[in-house]
């Protein structure tokens, strides 16, 4: 199994959830992140005072998915998420170890 966390632009979190959707995947955590990389800031005017921005609002997804879906959902995502302009976001992969179904005790995949 992996964990997929994938950072995004606010306004695409509904294309990628519905290319997700059409994969078959049912379940995502939708978090409300800021933060900052290559794009790093801009300057706004508050007031007559200009300000920096040091950090961007961005949706952060997070997914654990089986290891045979991993291509399908990374794909749908890059796809579902690319605008072409710089602060797309990015997506990381990462295995995970275990996942257990609180409500029936489910384990591994069987908990997904």
Same mark, same amino acid.
């Not at 290559?38 to 961005?58: C, N, S, W």
């Given at each position: 199994?992996? &964990?997929?966390?994938?950072?995004? &632009?606010?306004? &695409?979190? $509904? ?14 955590? %939708? /978090? ?33 998915? /089986?290891? $045979?879906?991993?291509?399908? %959902? %990374? ?17 990381? %992969? ?19």
């Amino acid at each position: 199994m992996k &964990k997929i966390d994938a950072i995004i &632009k606010p306004f &695409k979190l $509904d294309e990628v959830k519905e290319a997700l959707n059409e994969i078959g995947i049912q379940g995502i955590t %939708v /978090s409300e992140v800021k933060g900052f990389g290559r794009q790093k800031g801009h300057t706004e005017l508050y007031r007559g005072a200009e300000y920096v921005v040091d950090f961007i609002p961005k949706i952060k997804l997070e997914i654990i998915v /089986s290891d $045979d879906m991993l291509p399908k %959902v %990374v794909e749908a995502i890059e796809k579902a998420a690319k605008t072409g302009r710089i602060g797309d976001g990015k997506i990381f %992969v990462t295995p995970v170890e275990a996942v257990v179904r609180i409500r029936t005790g489910e384990t591994g995949e069987e908990a997904l």
